[in-house]
């Protein structure tokens, strides 16, 4: 499961968070523009994303280039979840597989504290649930969202409890009516927004709670399927193609609304490849247009240098403007919910833009992912005190070999050294 | 030379420590000075603007690894290193030799140059002091290595020690007339001569000759007893002209910088403190703490109380507040976990190296000394015995 912590001010007495909607909507299926304020928070507005945190760091990014280099509001972090028994959900942690008992995960949010802690949801990923097994699904969720409820109020002096999320569970509204009518009674005060899985479930939610922000967490794998959410009035995503682009060598491409080329046959990428050796000697930044970190101080060249020597500059140098071209496309889309633009400006980027990101074709970071494999065995406290210094063992250890499809009139051209007779 | 200015600033009245300044045409450096080794065109994930607030201002890139990548046609075309990693402060490259000889397959030095064969195809291939020194022209750096035939201190066959010290004086006069850029980039010699001080000598009388804008002493840090390397050391600074940095080659441990500087020594690079943090070990004023060890799961201080790194400051102070217990929980897990600890070790190294040049500027270099070891040791009698030594050697004696 997961708790939002927001990075970067207001407060209602009983709610820990204030949601307003612009637009007030009228139809059930609109986009909407809104504002979330939190207690010593600077607000953020929707519909926008929060960055996918992996132990509390955005892959790739130290802190310092996170705060300076990227408008990143909120960070999603996971405790990850499966599938369940009566009490547990199992979950993936950074000590491995276990089961989260519901209790665990109250503790956990009362040590942790984040700005919002979104209920545990009985919810079954990559198959559909059975009859049986939808019975129990809402009654499950009401226990855990009631526990985490009751968890919460008892906080100490002062501080103020973390926004609660309720989950509406991806099955019929029937199915789920005993549970969503707690939501709209008992619990009503205690609940400060809902959790999606599927988009769909946005017609399972009941009219008297349709003012809370909504949070997916369903796969949005390109923007065309963001828009499509927004389009229906989801709030905040979690997306994990952001670093999915990253890792896989792609810079980002496209902009919302798309930009205007009459001229246009065939439909832009939403991305480049980096790993493409077109780029080696190119002096352009990522995106001619694109006012990031990377785009005002490196180019293509250095770009490609960086994924070929597999250094992890180049993995930091991709996160940072690939989350730049996505803060800009949210963005772009409040801007057009505003001024009411966004129904033409999406059917406009619809044509504009292939709908699947390019291809991966290089390779990810060094270790599968952005994470090193754990070594596990426990290191010493302090390592021995500085022994002989072997510098060049060291720097060998740092060196590679060229690789073995360079034949000697590759390194010729490169000018590492020359044929001998 | 046209590219290059040596000011002495201060000299320590007791040991032959200075603190001078060198200006390189991408600015002034500060010496004593510790250069971080971004080996092929980055440090360890920092950014360059990252690396620049550490204090850094001379870096190392690596000849033989932008030779294989990005390659010199690519390198040309985007008109160098400083060009290709977007940094503009110093650069200095190394010659490159030794990765080749150790990691290329039946590398062999012969007079012309280092032969190997290619990974490939087995095409016998050639790799001269005259292909280094065009490398190094077409990268930039500020500063170049001359190409120099290195043997293991610690081998046995002086002869092949003999050869390869005269072997390398010969490729510094081909360096020199192969050098074409003399007045945007430093050629500087390289001392060989392994463990044998006679032949040092002779090394440094033979090149101090050829005037180089500087002069590194070579072949050292490659596992040898530390009593001989500060015999080494001293010995060339001793014969070496006054009027130029000095290289040492290879070092990195604090206390091993300290004393080197004690001996004469101006200029620094190691790998050591940039890859030692990949393994979630931060270099402090007490001693190197790995930070992975579980007693630092809830230490909510910072790496270090002293450093004033963008990590260690506070968040009141602009700084991020990083605590032990943070990169107890990220280190060697997320490569984030190892910028930050980069970031602190570089800061660490070079902020120590602040200390020292005030310290000689104020002439208080022996008390330096003494507060340093103290602060590491607890006990004076702890120190090890080739430090003691060394230090006694240059008038401070630190069990006095
Ligand atoms: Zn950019
Ligand atoms: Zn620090």
Not at chain 1, 91 to 101: Q, R
Not at chain 1, 221 to 247: M, Q, R, V, W
Not at chain 2, 221 to 247: F, I
Not at chain 2, 381 to 391: C, E, F, G, N
Request: charged content about 20%; proline content about 6%.
């Amino acid at each position: 499961m997961a708790a939002l912590h927001n990075h970067s001010s207001l407060r209602q007495s009983s709610h820990p968070l204030l949601f307003v909607l612009q637009k007030s909507s009228t139809r059930e299926d609109e986009p909407r523009f809104g504002r979330l304020s939190f207690q010593n928070r600077v607000p953020m507005d929707t519909p926008h994303y929060v960055a996918v945190s992996s132990r509390g760091v955005v892959p790739h990014l130290s802190q310092d280039m996170m705060r300076e280099n990227t408008n990143i509001r909120a960070m999603y972090t996971a405790l990850e979840d499966s599938s369940s028994t009566h009490s547990a959900i199992p979950i993936v942690t950074s000590l491995g597989f276990g089961m989260l008992e519901y209790t665990n995960y109250v503790e956990a949010i009362q040590k942790l504290r984040p700005d919002v802690v979104l209920g545990m949801g009985d919810v079954l990923f990559g198959h559909k649930p059975g009859v049986k097994r939808i019975d129990k699904m809402g009654d499950r969720t009401l226990v855990w969202v009631k526990e985490l409820a009751d968890g919460m109020k008892d906080e100490e002096n002062g501080t103020p409890r973390p926004a609660l999320f309720a989950p509406i569970l991806p099955i019929e509204a029937e199915q789920q009516s005993y549970y969503l009518d707690a939501l709209q009674g008992e619990l009503v005060d205690s609940v400060d927004g809902l959790v999606l899985y599927d988009t769909a479930s946005i017609d399972a939610i009941p009219k008297t709670l349709r003012h809370l922000p909504r949070l997916s967490l369903g796969e949005m794998n390109s923007p065309h399927k963001l828009l499509d959410a927004i389009a229906l009035g989801i709030d905040i995503f979690t997306i994990s193609f952001i670093t999915e682009t990253t890792d896989a060598g792609i810079a980002l491409g496209f902009s919302f609304p798309a930009i205007k080329d009459t001229d246009l046959d065939t439909p832009l990428p939403l991305g480049v490849d980096m790993w493409s050796p077109t780029h080696a000697t190119s002096l352009s930044p990522l995106r001619s247009d694109c006012l990031c970190y990377t785009c005002t101080n490196h180019h293509q060249a250095f770009l490609q240098h960086l994924l070929n020597a597999k250094e992890m500059l180049g993995w930091v140098l991709l996160q940072l403007h690939n989350h730049h071209i996505v803060d800009n496309f949210f963005a772009g889309v409040r801007q057009c919910i505003q001024n009411g633009s966004f129904e033409d400006e999406r059917t406009s980027f619809e044509k504009t833009y292939t709908a699947e990101l390019p291809e991966k074709t290089g390779q990810g970071p060094r270790v599968r992912g952005y994470q090193y494999k754990s070594e596990k065995s426990e290191q010493r406290k302090n390592p021995p005190a500085y022994r002989s210094l072997d510098d060049r063992k060291e720097k060998l250890a740092e060196a590679a070999l060229p690789s073995p499809s360079a034949d000697a009139n590759d390194l010729e051209q490169q000018g590492f050294a020359e044929k001998a007779e | 030379s046209a590219a290059l200015k040596f000011e002495i600033v201060a000299k320590c009245s007791t040991t032959k420590a200075r603190a001078s300044i060198l200006t390189l045409p991408h600015g002034p450096v500060s010496l004593p000075i510790f250069q971080p080794v971004a080996t092929q065109a980055s440090l360890k994930g920092l950014t360059p603007t990252q690396l620049a607030e550490t204090g850094c201002n001379l870096c190392l890139n690596n000849t033989y690894h932008l030779g294989l990548k990005p390659g010199q046609e690519t390198l040309e075309k985007v008109g160098g290193a400083h060009a290709l990693q977007g940094w503009k402060g110093n650069i200095l490259t190394d010659s490159g030799g030794f990765q080749m000889v150790s990691l290329l397959k039946l590398a062999k030095v012969t007079e012309e140059g280092v032969r190997f064969l290619s990974p490939h195809d087995g095409t016998p291939m050639l790799l001269t002091p005259e292909h280094s020194i065009s490398l190094q022209n077409t990268i930039g750096s500020d500063i170049i290595m001359q190409l120099d035939d290195v043997i293991a201190t610690t081998s046995p066959d002086a002869e092949r020690m003999e050869e390869a010290m005269e072997r390398s004086i010969r490729w510094l006069d081909r360096c020199i007339a192969a050098h074409k850029r003399p007045e945007k980039q430093n050629l500087f010699c390289i001392i060989q001569g392994g463990l044998d001080l006679e032949m040092r000598k002779v090394c440094c009388k033979e090149m101090a000759k050829r005037d180089t804008p500087g002069i590194a002493i070579g072949g050292l840090s490659g596992g040898e007893d530390k009593m001989s390397y500060c015999q080494v050391v001293s010995a060339c600074t001793d014969l070496l002209p006054p009027n130029k940095p000095r290289y040492v080659m290879g070092v990195g441990y604090p206390e091993d910088l300290i004393v080197s500087i004690a001996l004469g020594a101006d200029m620094f690079d190691c790998v050591w403190p940039t890859r030692t943090a990949r393994f979630g070990n931060a270099v402090t004023s007490t001693g190197t703490l790995n930070l992975r060890h579980a007693s630092f799961a809830n230490d909510t201080g910072p790496i270090d109380a002293d450093c004033a790194c963008t990590c260690c400051r506070p968040e009141e102070e602009g700084g991020l507040g990083i605590t032990r217990a943070y990169i107890y929980h990220v280190a060697s897990k997320e490569t984030a976990g190892a910028h930050l600890l980069t970031m602190h070790n570089v800061h660490y190294l070079l902020s120590l190296m602040g200390k020292v040049r005030a310290a000689i500027t104020e002439d208080r270099y022996p008390e330096f000394l003494r507060a340093y070891f103290r602060r590491a040791y607890g006990d004076m009698a702890r120190v090890p015995t080739w430090a003691l030594t060394a230090l006694k050697e240059v008038g401070v004696d630190l069990l006095a």
